[in-house]
């Protein structure tokens, strides 16, 4: 199935509802990290740059009702500013007042609507508010990624209140990206996986056993995999409840000849917020926690790293968000960073922002803005928001 490109609809006069993902980080009312807007900059100039109105929508944050801390207000200064246009804040997504004001613009012209989450029926995808949302527009963009994994009313209900459709620029980016890496990949093919919890990775995990050379397993979620195999893992993170799933994926990757590299040394400590007892183990004893994987264990997977020609990357290594647990995972990504003969993707999320604001940071082949929709794209599911672009 095919999606139109943005590129090839008439925009002019038109209003174009633009689904954003400007659910950036807030620190006392002020946008911490703009990243998010600055990355469908392009997709909102392109619409404004063509003559059409473009009525940008998003959500931000998990509100329960309308909470003025999370108004859309700051988002509507920053487009104000980086687009050189007064982008005005309507008081609602729906309704008569701001479907004047949708009316009142002139071709070229932006608004803002407020916090679709301000309404429970986003999350619910009622089919009357993605009715209500679609009135006075022409054309439906879909430009956030970040949330194509949630079937909502701005993301798949609205499309059929509206006579044309189209990702944006930065939806396509990532799919193709995306795609890139999950078709036909060089090989030897490595994916790097870590973070707090196997449950959240048992999907990914089945689906990559099928599909790479080499898993290297870091981070909380390899203490549960070594309980599997009957190694002492003292007080670390364990799902007892995902054991035998872990021996599970263990002897599929055995079975498919795919090789599976666990920690063999660690970063341990009395307990996470104790850096000052961080020190390098074999074997961990009754009481101390993995925190990060070893320098033994960093070697084993930067030697995988140098040999592959595609690695993927979801879940950081360790305990990054603490210096003493962080060198693991920052070790393996200035490795993989310099590889230029290997393409490398960096799953969105805590992935990202663990290997980010680094020299080499830059130097990756695709770092994904989302961390839910790459996961499940990375899981081999379809993304609801991207099927309902479809033509
Ligand atoms: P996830 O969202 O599943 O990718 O998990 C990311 C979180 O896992 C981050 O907050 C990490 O600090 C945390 N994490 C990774 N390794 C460990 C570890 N060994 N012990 C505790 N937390 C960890």
Redesign the pocket.
Same mark, same amino acid.
């Given at each position: 199935m095919a999606m139109i490109p943005l590129n090839s609809l008439v925009l002019s006069g038109k209003r174009v509802l633009v689904r954003c993902d400007f659910n950036v980080p807030l620190k006392s009312g002020a946008i911490a990290d703009p990243a998010r807007i600055d990355a469908s900059m392009d997709t909102i100039r392109y619409i404004l740059g063509q003559g059409g109105c473009a009525v940008l929508c998003s959500h931000l944050g998990r509100p329960k009702e309308r909470s003025p801390e999370l108004s859309l207000r700051p988002v509507a200064q920053y487009l104000s500013t980086m687009l050189g246009l007064k982008v005005a804040l309507a008081p609602d997504c729906v309704g008569e007042v701001t479907l004047a004001k949708i009316e009142s613009l002139a071709p070229g012209e932006a608004l803002l609507l407020e916090n679709l989450r301000f309404h429970p029926e986003e999350e619910k995808n009622d089919a009357d508010f993605a009715h209500e949302l679609a009135r006075g527009k022409q054309v439906y963009v879909n430009d956030a990624f970040g949330t194509a994994h949630r079937a909502h009313a701005s993301t798949v209900g609205v499309v059929r209140f509206v006579a044309q459709r189209a990702p944006g620029f930065l939806m396509m980016r990532e799919l193709e990206a995306l795609r890139s890496f999950t078709q036909n990949p060089s090989r030897p093919y490595v994916a790097i996986l %870590? *973070? =707090?919890?196997v449950s959240?990775?048992i999907a990914l995990l089945k689906n990559l056993v099928t599909k790479v050379d080499t898993l290297l397993i /870091? *981070? =909380? &979620? =390899? #203490?549960t995999f070594l309980r599997a195999q009957g190694k002492p893992v003292g007080n670390?993170?364990v799902e007892e409840d995902k054991i035998a799933v872990a021996g599970e994926l263990l002897a599929e990757a055995a079975r498919r000849s795919v090789t599976v590299a666990l920690p063999i040394d660690h970063v341990v400590a009395n307990s996470?917020d104790d850096e000052a007892s961080a020190r390098v183990v074999d074997e961990i004893a009754d009481g101390l &926690? /993995? !925190?990060?994987i070893g320098p033994r264990t960093v070697a084993a997977f930067i030697a995988a790293v140098s040999e592959s020609r595609t690695a993927i990357w979801?879940?950081? !290594? %360790? #305990?990054?968000?603490r210096p003493a647990?962080s060198q693991g995972t920052l070790k393996v990504g200035e490795a993989l960073a310099g590889r230029s003969e290997t393409r490398s993707l960096i799953g969105g *999320?805590?992935?990202a922002a663990?290997l980010s604001g680094k020299p080499w940071s830059h130097n990756f082949t695709h770092v994904s803005t989302g %961390?839910g929709a790459t996961l499940e794209y990375l899981e081999g599911r379809e993304l609801p928001g991207v099927k309902a672009l479809e033509v």
């Open positions: %870590g *973070g =707090a919890k959240d990775k /870091g *981070g =909380a &979620m =390899a #203490y670390s993170r996470p &926690m /993995g !925190l990060d979801n879940g950081p !290594l %360790g #305990y990054f968000e647990f *999320g805590d992935t663990a %961390g």
